[in-house]
């Protein structure tokens, strides 16, 4: 089933300027006084961090997988929304990223050892924080490289979750590169850097954490919302993640042809949210996911960039919308 929805690209200033304030008033006292913050034992003791809030009246539980490079304090706002729509809300970073513990000497490089380290860590955080607190079968919310993991996750334990909500997938990277050449290359870095460092290297054209300018930016046509997730990057260094290293590369190329060779295993409902203007992942992949999945209701935003949870408001309202009604709706 495919849904499409079309938007005129506009400024909606009125609407953007009282972000500052909800941010200010609602959003940051909520995360302090509400949310729980705390760390386990990932794979290897790699300490994981983890955030939630617990709903007392709570409608479900909501679980987030989280995208390259971010972390759980980008997701204040969208915790906030669901936590009012009635939802106790979990979220963890991945290893190597935001709060989470690094596994090479610089701590900005893009680095994991591979993409099944990350299914045990969230296994780890579902069997100990998301079921003991979730008086029902939880649902899985998960954007870009998150829904990566979200897909192994649910080829390897496909009963923990009720349904899955993908946003912008990574099932291809842009620019689409054949699987022969892309692996071909990156075998080659790796030898070199092999033979040549006992450190991961940088993948080329990659490196440290660098900015752009929100007028230069790919991801939101949001500038506030740009400005506060880059203000919370500023304000906490230790987030900060630059590019990926050849290895992550490597593993993530192993993991989306994993995932599209067992997308049939995926028996769980799904929503895909697909951003029209997304110049990171590849929808193409996307396209031919939805194909293979069993039970995929498929959205596509014309207008839309890849951060879709940071989307200007009309967008990113519609997305909440279609997660709602989605999750509310009996299978």
């Known amino acids: 089933m495919i849904a499409t929805r079309k938007y005129d690209i506009v400024e909606l200033k009125e609407t953007e300027s009282l972000l500052d304030t909800r941010f200010q008033q609602y959003i940051e006292p909520f995360w302090r006084e509400q949310v729980v913050n705390g760390y386990f034992s990932g794979k290897d003791n790699i300490q994981i961090a983890y955030a939630f809030v617990l709903h007392p009246n709570a409608r479900g539980s909501i679980a987030i997988s989280s995208g390259r490079i971010e972390t759980l304090l980008k997701y204040k706002e969208l915790i906030f929304n669901l936590y009012n729509a009635g939802y106790s809300v979990f ?3 991945h290893r190597g990223q935001g709060l989470s ?3 090479t000497a610089n701590t900005q490089q893009g680095y994991v050892a591979s993409f099944d380290d990350y299914v045990s860590d969230f296994k780890i955080f579902f069997d100990r924080v998301i079921a003991p607190k979730s008086a029902t ?3 899985l919310i998960s954007h870009s490289m998150g829904a990566a993991i979200a897909s192994l996750y ?6 923990d979750f009720e349904k899955c909500v993908m946003s912008a997938p990574m099932f291809g990277i842009r620019p689409a590169l054949p699987n022969v050449i892309a692996y071909a290359l990156l075998s080659f870095h790796m030898l070199c850097n092999k033979a040549l460092s006992k450190e991961p290297w940088y993948f080329l ?3 440290d ?6 007028n230069k930016n790919v991801l939101t046509r949001s500038e506030t919302r740009y400005k506060v997730f880059r203000a919370e990057y500023e304000e906490n260094p230790s987030i900060k993640l630059g590019g990926v290293t050849s290895k992550w590369l490597f593993e993530a190329y192993r993991a989306m042809s994993l995932i599209y060779q067992n997308a049939d295993s995926i028996v769980s409902p799904v929503l895909l949210l697909q951003a029209g203007d997304d110049k990171v992942v590849d929808n193409c992949r996307q396209d031919k996911m939805v194909a293979k999945l069993p039970n995929c209701k498929h959205v596509y935003l ?3 960039r890849h951060e879709l949870f940071m989307e200007l408001e009309e967008t990113r309202d519609e997305c909440l919308r279609e997660i709602l009604t989605f999750i509310e709706t009996n299978p």
């Not at 649910?154 to 009963?159: A, N, S």
């Not at 954490?209 to 929100?214: L, Q, V």
């Open 205 to 207: 054209g990659q490196g």
């Open 91 to 93: 979220i963890h970073d």
């Open 209 to 214: 954490y660098m900015p752009a300018d929100f």
């Open 154 to 159: 649910l080829i390897k334990h496909p009963d």
């Open 137 to 139: 079968k939880p649902i």
């Open 302 to 304: 014309e207008n839309a």
């Open 101 to 103: 513990g690094r596994m």
